[in-house]
C-alpha cells in the first residue's frame, strides 16, 4: 500500500469520526441537523432498535440502490461511513447528555456553530480522501450523472426536501409532539443547506488539499 493510499484511507477515517461527532452534537443543540440526519431522526422514533443499527439498516438499503445501479460511487470510504458514523454519533450524543444538561439557547447555539463547523471540516477530508461517497450522497449522483435527470445541485435538493418530509412524518407518526419537530429540522438544518458547500470548499483549500500533497 503505497504511502498516498495510506493518507487517503486516514483523510477518510478522520472525516466520518469528525462527520460522526458532529451529529452528535448537532442533536444535543437541538436546533435542527442535515436533512438526511433529519430523515435518520424520524426513522428512528418508529424503529425499536439503537441508533446506530437503525443508521446502518437505512444505508444497507441506500447502498443496495448505489450497487445496482452505479457502483463507481461506492469505495473504501463509504463502509467507513457505514458501519461507524452512526454509532459514534450514538455514542457523542449519550456522552454529551451526562455533562451538558438543560443547555441555554446560548449555548445551544454555540454547539451548532461548532457542529456545522467541524461537519464541515469532516466533510472536506472525506470528500478529499476521494475513496467513494455516503450512501445518502451516491443516490443523488447517481441520478444525475448516470439517468440524466437533473443537474446534481437540484437533485440534491430534492432529495433533501423528501429527506425532510419523510422524517418529519415519521416522528410524528412514531408518537411526537409537532412542537418539537424544530429540534430535528430547524435553524441548523437551513444553515447546513446554505453554507456547507462553501465552508467545506474552504476547509478543502486551506486544511485537506495541503494536507493531501504533503503540504501540512
Same mark, same amino acid.
Given at each position: ?53 437503525? !443508521?446502518?439498516?437505512?444505508?444497507? *438499503? +441506500?447502498?443496495?440502490?448505489?450497487? /445496482?445501479?452505479?457502483?463507481? @460511487? &461506492?469505495? %473504501?470510504? #463509504? ?56 450512501? !445518502?450522497?451516491?443516490?443523488?449522483? *447517481? +441520478?444525475?450523472?448516470?439517468?440524466? /435527470?437533473?443537474?446534481?445541485? @437540484? &437533485?440534491? %435538493?430534492? #432529495? ?57
Amino acid at each position: 500500500m503505497n504511502s498516498n493510499l495510506k493518507k487517503r484511507i486516514l483523510m477518510s477515517l478522520l472525516g466520518v469520526v469528525v462527520c460522526a461527532i458532529s451529529v452528535g452534537i448537532f442533536k444535543i443543540a437541538a436546533l435542527g441537523v442535515d436533512p438526511f440526519q433529519s430523515f435518520m431522526a424520524g426513522l428512528d422514533s418508529v424503529v425499536p432498535l439503537d441508533f446506530g443499527t437503525v !443508521y446502518v439498516i437505512a444505508n444497507v *438499503v +441506500l447502498l443496495s440502490f448505489a450497487l /445496482i445501479t452505479d457502483r463507481h @460511487y &461506492i469505495g %473504501i470510504a #463509504t463502509f467507513i461511513n457505514l458501519f461507524l458514523l452512526g454509532y459514534i454519533t450514538e455514542f457523542t450524543y449519550e456522552s454529551l447528555q451526562k455533562v451538558i444538561v438543560n443547555p441555554s439557547i446560548v449555548l445551544r447555539l454555540v454547539l451548532l456553530l461548532v457542529a456545522v463547523g467541524i461537519i464541515c471540516f469532516g466533510s472536506a477530508f472525506y470528500i478529499t480522501a476521494d475513496l467513494g461517497v455516503s450512501t !445518502y450522497d451516491a443516490v443523488a449522483l *447517481v +441520478l444525475a450523472n448516470k439517468y440524466k /435527470i437533473g443537474k446534481f445541485k @437540484y &437533485i440534491r %435538493i430534492c #432529495t433533501d426536501l423528501v429527506c425532510i418530509i419523510i422524517g418529519i412524518a415519521l416522528y410524528l407518526l412514531g408518537g411526537g409532539q409537532l412542537a418539537m419537530v424544530p429540534t430535528f429540522v430547524g435553524v441548523g438544518t437551513i444553515i447546513t443547506a446554505f453554507f456547507m458547500g462553501p465552508l467545506i470548499e474552504y476547509f478543502n483549500d486551506k486544511f485537506a488539499r495541503p494536507f493531501l500533497n504533503g503540504k501540512n
